[in-house]
């Protein structure tokens, strides 16, 4: 459809629709002739040739709506699992198809000029101060990582790096993955989910490398600025295939410094996704992007681990960790301007502040919280992504002058010696552990009875579970507030925790029968005079008394508290069993 959409829209449009509405009057003409469920469908399922035939049809159709809901970013609305209830699947088609009409409509209407296109939201930051705006556009974004060939692994196991070929290597790649491998695989790493276990497994894949760098003579003293062109007058490349990748790499290895930075989603995914990486030279501006090339950028290590090349980032210490998670990607050379504005003591350490100090530049930092995956990246986004990266040279140029009047050549070394702290931090997956849900409930400084603890612990639970497996962000499955609300309130009736909730979750409602069991065996399983589950001993099997509501929790066993899991099937077993066993009186 797309080639006839190209070419001619409406004659295209139209002959594809006919095409359509011809298939689905055979399709609605066939089911008709099928016996009916009431009648006499039993009857004809005695028949084995009717039977495997039905359920081959039936497996093969469920597939095939799968994919199409899952191409359309729609999957997580129904589960096509022929083990679930009928009404509960009817109900979820339901539900995807009128999204689906709605956004078919929406398009149409922008293409006939009868409506513009909706403008790119920003998204919600974590921070109290972040700007509230409305999220409901950003489902009108294809999930990029759908088509990643490889994998995202949102498991409970320790990160393990993906890296297949060390560049620029004093120690072998087989050696320094050595320890990584080995603490992965023995069991009480998978089972011992603890700090302890997690900070001692392993060390940076690249960490004698880094550690052995040292910045050269001319690095540590005054030094010629060197001015960039203005962004008008300087080549933008986009690079968006694997041989623009290669060309690229081949042009910055010709160089001795280039600026870096990352551009970052994290609502629509569990862990988060590196949307695009901008590299900038004295002659070129970069913008690579991350989300078509995801499989193959493991590459840049060639010049990103290069000792000879100064990288310059601002405020490295989150894209180290990301660009570590999505692509083994790796930074040998590192020069933080954050750093260097701390040692200079400055007032503002924010690259927009030192942006329009050094380099007279302006840059709109809201589409810092913009939604990267958009494709095509629209003229304003592009802008700001390269003014991130287009004066950092001359800028570091600037600050070291600046250190070296100050402090002298250790002055600058103090900045290269914090950059490799920085380098040789190691990406650690976030673990699900006995004590999780503590944290967030504790910032809160909610007060909550035995019964609503317990649910509040169950509900946390279920949506790390789901955001895992669904690779969403746990606020997109569940937002805090509503966990909230609903360990609260304790519904009796399903309708009940839907009314705790608005706008509703698309998992929430698709899941609802699961979470309001979560509520209701909550509610059944305290019992006065038994032990607890308090805030500040999570996972004991006895405890103190429960002072906050009057009552107290049944002893709960390490098989469902202590959650160190090694798959989702595994603790939802291990919670059946204890739930449905009989609380201590």
Not at 55 to 66: D, G, V
Not at 571 to 576: E, K, L, Q
């Amino acid at each position: 459809m797309s080639s006839n959409l190209e070419l001619n829209l409406p004659e295209g449009l139209d002959s594809y629709i006919s095409q359509c509405l011809s298939s689905l009057a055979q399709l609605t003409k066939a089911s008709r002739a099928l016996p009916s469920e009431n009648v006499d469908y039993d009857y004809y399922s005695s028949f084995d040739a009717f039977s495997s035939t039905m359920k081959q049809t039936s497996e093969r159709l469920l597939s095939n709506m799968c994919d199409i809901l899952e191409h359309e970013g729609v999957r997580h609305m129904f589960n096509g699992t022929p083990s679930v209830d009928v009404d509960d699947q009817f109900e979820g088609l339901v539900e995807a198809n009128d999204w689906l009409a709605e956004r078919i409509g929406t398009l149409i209407d922008e293409h006939q000029g009868l409506s513009k296109p909706d403008c790119v939201e920003l998204v919600r930051g974590e921070g109290r101060n972040a700007p509230a705006v409305d999220r409901s556009l950003m489902r009108n974004v294809l999930r990029p990582q759908l088509k990643f060939k490889r994998k995202i692994d949102n498991s409970n196991r320790p990160f393990v790096p993906l890296i297949s070929d060390k560049h620029n290597a004093i120690v072998g790649l087989s050696d320094s993955l050595k320890e990584f491998v080995s603490k992965a695989s023995d069991s009480k790493y998978v089972d011992e989910l603890d700090k302890e276990h997690l900070e001692s497994l392993g060390e940076n894949v690249y960490t004698t490398e880094i550690s052995a760098w040292r910045p050269g003579e001319t690095l540590l003293g005054s030094v010629s600025p060197r001015q960039p062109a203005p962004i008008a007058d300087t080549p933008l490349v986009l690079v968006e295939t694997l041989q623009q990748l290669n060309s690229m790499i081949n042009e910055i290895k010709q160089v001795d410094i280039i600026g870096v930075d990352v551009e970052h989603h994290s609502y629509r995914s569990f862990q988060g996704l590196v949307c695009l990486i901008q590299i900038s030279t004295q002659f070129n501006d970069y913008i690579i992007d991350a989300l078509s090339l995801h499989d193959d950028l493991q590459c840049l290590n060639e010049v990103l681990t290069d000792p000879n090349i100064i990288k310059v980032f601002h405020g490295a210490r989150s894209d180290i960790l990301w660009l570590q998670r999505d692509f083994s990607v790796y930074i040998v050379g590192l020069f933080d301007t954050y750093d260097a504005a701390v040692a200079l003591g400055l007032p503002s350490r924010a690259l927009s502040h030192l942006l329009l100090r050094y380099c007279d530049a302006t840059t709109d930092k809201r589409l810092q919280l913009a939604d990267w995956r958009v494709r095509p990246l629209p003229d304003t986004f592009l802008l700001y992504a390269r003014t991130d990266t287009h004066f950092l040279i001359y800028m570091k140029d600037l600050m070291q002058n600046e250190l070296f009047s100050k402090g002298g050549t250790g002055l600058i070394n103090q900045v290269y010696t914090k950059g490799k702290e920085t380098c040789l931090q190691r990406f650690i997956r976030s673990q699900f552990t006995v004590t999780s849900y503590l944290r967030l409930y504790e910032e809160n400084r909610k007060s909550f009875n035995a019964r609503q603890r317990l649910a509040f612990a169950f509900l946390y639970r279920w949506r790390d579970v789901t955001a895992r497996r669904e690779d969403e962000s746990p606020n997109f499955v569940l937002p805090k507030h509503m966990l909230f609300q609903i360990a609260e309130v304790l519904p009796r009736e399903p309708e009940g925790v839907l009314a705790c909730c608005n706008p509703v979750p698309h998992l929430l409602r698709q899941c609802l029968a699961e979470v309001h069991g979560l509520v209701a065996r909550a509610r059944v399983s305290a019992r006065p005079g038994a032990g607890t589950h308090s805030g500040g001993t999570a996972g004991a099997s006895g405890g103190t008394a429960d002072t906050s509501g009057g009552s107290s929790l049944a002893p709960i066993n390490d098989a469902v508290v202590k959650i160190a899991y090694t798959s989702p099937t595994l603790i939802w077993n291990r919670c059946d069993r204890y739930m449905t066993s009989k609380p201590t009186e």
